[in-house]
């Protein structure tokens, strides 16, 4: 049972423009959120995060935002840049579970 | 500040034989994590230490895989024996702690096993 989705195999955006990623969850239980970037070969390194009780959090280019309601939430990165290319996780913590429960990722390339 | 360390980089094994890893977290970090990554998903937890103590060791097979964290720090992660579907990256990461504020985790660069 995927409790994280990420349905979004791979986005590919031009160098400048603003790259949306999604995530979807289904356990209502989850009370924080957080987005992973990983380059080829390196473990993810933490990007942003957000608690339930708040529904956008901005660091520089980058802002998620969560709906609740709709268990959804959206990274934006605005203006993408080429060494964005990586691939993102969507990570929610919370509930019975008590760790962190990964999306499969979105590769996202930027384009020169 | 040093990050999550992690050797080897890369194994390649036969089925049925043994393999170990290695994992040094970041110093002070209390809580030490193995993540199982399968190509084409995310990451996915198999066993938590809170200082040398298990947490959470639910999603381990624990038939095949074993690991531990003398002295709360180092910590090696072994499956014997191996099979074709063990074939995966496997992630260290550590945390400050087990609370709300240490949902950040620090991830090693992870080593990629093969399994032929």
């Known amino acids: 049972d995927q409790q994280v989705k990420q349905n979004s195999p791979s986005l590919s955006v031009q160098e400048g ?32 995060s957000i608690s339930s009780i708040k ?7 980058f802002t998620v935002f969560l709906n609740k309601s709709a268990k959804h939430l959206s990274l934006h990165i605005v203006p993408s840049q080429p060494g964005d290319s990586a691939v993102y996780f969507c990570a929610a913590y919370g509930g019975a579970t008590n760790k962190l429960i990964f999306g499969t990722g979105t590769l996202l390339a930027v384009q020169p | 500040e040093a990050g999550v360390a992690q050797s080897p980089r890369y194994k390649i094994i036969e089925k049925r034989q043994s393999v170990a890893f290695w994992c040094n977290p970041i110093s002070g970090h209390a809580t030490l994590y193995w993540y199982q990554q399968i ?6 937890l198999l066993i938590q230490f809170q200082n040398n103590g298990v947490v959470d060791d639910s ?55 093969t399994v032929t």
């Open chain 2, 59 to 113: 999603q381990l097979p624990k038939d095949r895989f074993s690991a531990e964290r003398l002295k709360g720090v180092d910590s090696t992660l072994k499956i014997q024996p191996a099979k074709l579907e063990d074939s995966a990256v496997y992630l260290c990461a550590s945390s400050l702690g087990f609370q709300a504020s240490s949902y950040e985790q620090y991830f090693g660069p992870g080593t990629r096993l």
């Open chain 1, 55 to 61: 529904d956008k959090n901005e660091d520089g280019r």
């Open chain 1, 17 to 48: 423009r603003i790259s949306i990623l999604n995530c979807d969850y289904t356990n209502s239980m989850f009370d924080y959120f957080l987005w992973y970037k990983k380059y080829p070969a390196e473990g993810p390194t933490f990007l942003i």
């Open chain 2, 39 to 44: 190509l084409g998903q995310g990451p996915k």
